[in-house]
């Protein structure tokens, strides 16, 4: 009796503990099943990627391995952080504050990425300073191509560590250019490393993607050009700075090629060559409240070298200053070339101890021998309206070619002066082939334009269609 009472009860004991048991291998096997279909979802499959992290579609590259000291090589870290941030549509990339990252050559390479990354870029990144980082070079340091979507935002820098580059010489043969030598007689250079490749890269360069932003970081001593954007649509810069000294050779600040729809404003740059290059390919340019110099300013071109056509259209630079720089608002272009650049407005440009504030020159001849040509790449409808400051050596240029002239130039409200602060040549307005209207009294007066159009008109008609 008693042990049926017992039995019955060790009976109903193993009920209960089975049933209790049973609903919970349910419901753990319901959340796991969620938590797979979510995992899914999310696309991080990877069963070596940290989990930690990976919350809200973030990749944080410390969580891949990266020290952050300045001195142990982060690339990998960097690179399988990538390729996580890559797989999943919208997620974003960390490079934390605090932290200093030394990232060799690296490609975050995109055809087969999903859409709408962000690589948040709050630390520093520092490029490799000797030799055997850049192999025989590379034209860049770091790359986004492919890339359908991408944004790099944050309060971060990265550092090209260019110095080392900066004096050293392509080869024993090396001539400054005539640009390097009228702006400095010798660069400022802590060291240099003559086993460095003489390819020199671009810090930062996007390809082939659309729908680019860059917005607040800060791009520095870059080895060449800060920031490139070669062959990309629908591209915003905003809020960034480039800073690199006035005597780094070919630091460009932004170069644009082959690239349509671009928006930059709101940033600052100060460099040792163009604070943004306009070149062969790029229409729909709008440029507004940047800040520049010291630069050799903002130009289109040059365009046309060896004989090649070159197309560029629509570009607007407006409310934009420039300090301690070369040129302002220019346009120069190789003899021998064809194509056009046409529909330009550059208004309301402030300019402070500038060399030559508005410049064209059809006679571009950047280093080595050029020969005059009967080609040329057409220049018109070029608009300036409200230029204002002070020049150190000649107020405007145009120096055009003589079988294409340029037309369609309208100088509108220019009101500039000699600098005080600098020993002024103090040239004369200049102008050679060059037909336009003064929309108003200009100063100083600018006599040289011609008006209407040149007697030869049409005899580019061929090549300038873009
Ligand atoms: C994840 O998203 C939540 C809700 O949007 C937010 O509160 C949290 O800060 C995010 N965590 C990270 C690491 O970004
Ligand atoms: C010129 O470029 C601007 C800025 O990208 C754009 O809004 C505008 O539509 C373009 N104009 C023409 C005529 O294509
Ligand atoms: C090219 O032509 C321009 C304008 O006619 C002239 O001033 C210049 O001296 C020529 N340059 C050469 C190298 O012939």
């Given at each position: 009796?008693?042990?049926?009472?017992?039995?019955?009860?060790?009976?109903?004991?193993?009920?209960?503990?089975?049933?209790?048991?049973?609903?919970?291998?349910?419901?753990?096997?319901?959340?796991?099943?969620?938590?797979?279909?979510?995992?899914?979802?999310?696309?991080?499959?990877?069963?070596?990627?940290?989990?930690?992290?990976?919350?809200?579609?973030?990749?944080?590259?410390?969580?891949?391995?990266?020290?952050?000291?300045?001195?142990?090589?982060?690339?990998?870290?960097?690179?399988?952080?990538?390729?996580?941030?890559?797989?999943?549509?919208?997620?974003?990339?960390?490079?934390?504050?605090?932290?200093?990252?030394?990232?060799?050559?690296?490609?975050?390479?995109?055809?087969?990425?999903?859409?709408?990354?962000?690589?948040?870029?709050?630390?520093?990144?520092?490029?490799?300073?000797?030799?055997?980082?850049?192999?025989?070079?590379?034209?860049?340091?770091?790359?986004?191509?492919?890339?359908?979507?991408?944004?790099?935002?944050?309060?971060?820098?990265?550092?090209?560590?260019?110095?080392?580059?900066?004096?050293?010489?392509?080869?024993?043969?090396?001539?400054?250019?005539?640009?390097?030598?009228?702006?400095?007689?010798?660069?400022?250079?802590?060291?240099?490393?003559?086993?460095?490749?003489?390819?020199?890269?671009?810090?930062?360069r996007f390809y082939g993607s659309d729908g680019v932003t860059v917005a607040g970081i800060t791009i520095?001593?870059?080895?060449?050009?800060?920031?490139?954007?070669?062959?990309?649509?629908?591209?915003?810069?905003?809020?960034?700075?480039?800073?690199?000294?006035?005597?780094?050779?070919?630091?460009?600040?932004?170069?644009?090629?082959?690239?349509?729809?671009?928006?930059?404003?709101?940033?600052?740059?100060?460099?040792?060559?163009?604070?943004?290059?306009?070149?062969?390919?790029?229409?729909?340019?709008?440029?507004?409240?940047?800040?520049?110099?010291?630069?050799?300013?903002?130009?289109?071109?040059?365009?046309?070298?060896?004989?090649?056509?070159?197309?560029?259209?629509?570009?607007?630079?407006?409310?934009?200053?420039?300090?301690?720089?070369?040129?302002?608002?220019?346009?120069?272009?190789?003899?021998?070339?064809?194509?056009?650049?046409?529909?330009?407005?550059?208004?309301?440009?402030?300019?402070?101890?500038?060399?030559?504030?508005?410049?064209?020159?059809?006679?571009?001849?950047?280093?080595?021998?050029?020969?005059?040509?009967?080609?040329?790449?057409?220049?018109?409808?070029?608009?300036?309206?409200?230029?204002?400051?002070?020049?150190?050596?000649?107020?405007?240029?145009?120096?055009?070619?003589?079988?294409?002239?340029?037309?369609?130039?309208?100088?509108?409200?220019?009101?500039?002066?000699?600098?005080?602060?600098?020993?002024?040549?103090?040239?004369?307005?200049?102008?050679?082939?060059?037909?336009?209207?003064?929309?108003?009294?200009?100063?100083?007066?600018?006599?040289?334009?011609?008006?209407?159009?040149?007697?030869?008109?049409?005899?580019?008609?061929?090549?300038?269609?873009?």
């Amino acid at each position: 009796m008693k042990s049926m009472k017992i039995c019955t009860f060790t009976t109903l004991m193993i009920v209960i503990v089975f049933c209790v048991l049973c609903s919970s291998f349910e419901s753990c096997s319901a959340i796991r099943g969620y938590n797979h279909h979510f995992r899914k979802l999310k696309a991080t499959s990877s069963a070596a990627s940290p989990s930690s992290s990976n919350d809200n579609n973030t990749f944080n590259v410390l969580d891949y391995g990266a020290k952050g000291d300045g001195k142990a090589d982060d690339t990998k870290a960097f690179e399988d952080a990538w390729a996580d941030t890559c797989k999943t549509e919208g997620s974003t990339m960390i490079v934390p504050s605090g932290s200093e990252f030394l990232v060799k050559p690296i490609s975050f390479s995109g055809p087969n990425c999903e859409q709408n990354i962000v690589f948040q870029l709050d630390g520093k990144i520092i490029a490799p300073t000797d030799s055997e980082s850049w192999g025989s070079g590379t034209l860049q340091w770091m790359e986004f191509t492919k890339l359908n979507k991408i944004t790099i935002k944050g309060k971060g820098v990265i550092d090209g560590q260019g110095s080392v580059w900066w004096n050293n010489n392509d080869s024993p043969t090396y001539i400054p250019t005539e640009e390097e030598s009228t702006t400095s007689s010798q660069y400022s250079v802590q060291a240099s490393n003559e086993n460095l490749p003489s390819q020199k890269p671009t810090a930062l360069r996007f390809y082939g993607s659309d729908g680019v932003t860059v917005a607040g970081i800060t791009i520095q001593n870059s080895q060449q050009t800060h920031l490139k954007f070669d062959s990309c649509t629908n591209v915003q810069v905003f809020d960034i700075n480039v800073l690199s000294p006035a005597d780094s050779p070919n630091t460009d600040g932004i170069h644009l090629q082959n690239s349509q729809t671009v928006l930059i404003y709101s940033s600052t740059l100060a460099c040792g060559d163009d604070c943004v290059s306009i070149q062969n390919g790029c229409s729909n340019i709008f440029i507004h409240d940047l800040s520049c110099g010291p630069s050799h300013g903002i130009s289109i071109g040059g365009l046309g070298k060896d004989g090649t056509k070159a197309c560029v259209s629509n570009v607007t630079v407006r409310d934009t200053s420039l300090q301690n720089s070369l040129t302002a608002v220019r346009i120069k272009t190789w003899q021998g070339g064809s194509g056009s650049v046409q529909d330009v407005m550059f208004s309301n440009i402030q300019v402070s101890d500038v060399e030559t504030p508005i410049m064209i020159d059809q006679y571009y001849c950047d280093g080595g021998k050029c020969k005059n040509d009967t080609s040329s790449v057409a220049v018109s409808a070029i608009h300036y309206v409200n230029i204002k400051g002070t020049y150190t050596k000649e107020p405007l240029h145009f120096a055009c070619s003589d079988n294409i002239p340029c037309t369609g130039l309208t100088l509108d409200t220019i009101n500039l002066q000699e600098s005080t602060t600098q020993n002024a040549k103090s040239d004369s307005p200049f102008c050679w082939q060059a037909y336009g209207e003064l929309k108003t009294k200009t100063v100083p007066p600018v006599t040289c334009l011609d008006s209407g159009n040149p007697p030869n008109k049409g005899i580019n008609s061929n090549s300038d269609s873009c």
